[in-house]
Nanobody
Framework: VQLQASGGGLVQAGGSLRLSCAAS????????MGWYRQAPGKQRELVAS???????NYADSVKGRFTISRDNAKNTVYLQMNSLKPGDTAVYYC????????????WGQGTQVTVSS
């Protein structure tokens, strides 16, 4: 399976974006999927994750602003981002998670999100 992240762009602070992660195959068997981000000069961090059953987890920095969802029929995972802040500027990636500390797939190109103040 390959994953393709899209939907990034330039937005003003307070704005919204919806990221999509489209899989080349079925995601229904993947128990845990996640969105990550990496800002310049910083390590990649887990932003949000979703279990097959729909349970979700979020980094403290995005709680209440971001929502992760998955559509197994469309083989797609989404990240709705509201009330964006300049600190959210990063390249966003999706992946299939082995655990909260590791992933299965090589990292793709990601999608750039830039939030201007």
């Amino acid at each position: 399976v390959q994953l393709q992240a899209s939907g990034g762009g330039l937005v003003q602070a307070g704005g919204s974006l919806r990221l999509s992660c489209a899989a080349s195959g079925s995601i229904s068997s993947f128990n845990l999927m996640g969105w990550y981000r990496q800002a310049p000069g910083k390590q990649r961090e887990l932003v949000a994750s979703i279990f097959r059953g729909g349970s979700t987890n979020y980094a403290d920095s995005v709680k209440g602003r971001f929502t992760i969802s998955r559509d197994n029929a469309k083989n797609t995972v989404y990240l709705q981002m509201n009330s964006l802040k300049p600190g959210d500027t990063a390249v966003y990636y999706c992946n299939v998670m082995k655990s909260f500390h590791s992933v299965y797939l090589p990292w793709g190109q990601g999608t750039q999100v830039t939030v201007s103040s």
